[in-house]
């Protein structure tokens, strides 16, 4: 085989390598991104009569619609404080503060859900957003789209 074509089937394959690892670059970046949200909002301290149950964090497009990535980190908490309470409390935190009746996270695109079944009447989601670590990571992982 000539030099030749076998600089040419290298430069084909690293061409093609790529993109397959910048792709897997960017999603193990990204995920890591709003780990880090879900490791930030689980250290803000609970108020009192409240209980941690579980946290999870995802990247990808959760609201409105177009093209970038979201950093999401969720909380299922169990209170025997008010929504209002909890709702000011958090607000200093930048939270947002939902009640949670069942696993599902309704009011979000994909799949979310807990996978613990809320308390009734006692349960609140409480959730942090985060930002990207640059734009270029923000628009090419393909689950902002």
């Known amino acids: 085989m000539s030099r030749k074509r076998?600089?040419?089937r290298v430069t084909?394959?690293?061409?093609?390598?790529?993109p397959m690892i910048l792709m897997v670059v960017v999603t193990v970046v990204n995920d890591n991104t709003a780990s880090a949200v879900e490791v930030e909002l689980i250290s803000v301290p609970l108020p009192e009569k409240t209980v941690?149950?579980?946290?999870?964090?995802?990247?990808?497009?959760?609201?409105?619609n177009g093209n970038g990535m979201?950093?999401?980190?969720a909380m299922l908490i169990t209170s025997?404080?008010?929504?209002?309470e909890l709702e000011s409390y958090y607000s200093q935190y930048d939270c947002q503060v939902y009640v949670q009746n069942t696993a599902e996270i309704d009011e979000r695109h994909g799949s979310l859900h807990f996978t613990t079944d809320?308390?009734?009447e006692a349960?609140?989601?409480?959730e942090k957003w985060g930002?990207?670590?640059?734009?270029?990571?923000?628009?090419?992982d393909l689950r902002g789209h």
């Open 6 to 8: 076998k600089v040419l």
């Open 12 to 18: 084909f394959a690293v061409l093609l390598l790529i």
């Open 52 to 64: 941690y149950v579980e946290s999870f964090s995802r990247a990808g497009r959760f609201v409105g």
């Open 70 to 73: 979201q950093y999401l980190g």
């Open 80 to 84: 025997e404080l008010t929504y209002e």
């Open 118 to 120: 809320p308390v009734p």
């Open 123 to 126: 349960s609140y989601r409480v």
């Open 131 to 140: 930002d990207a670590v640059s734009w270029f990571l923000y628009d090419f």
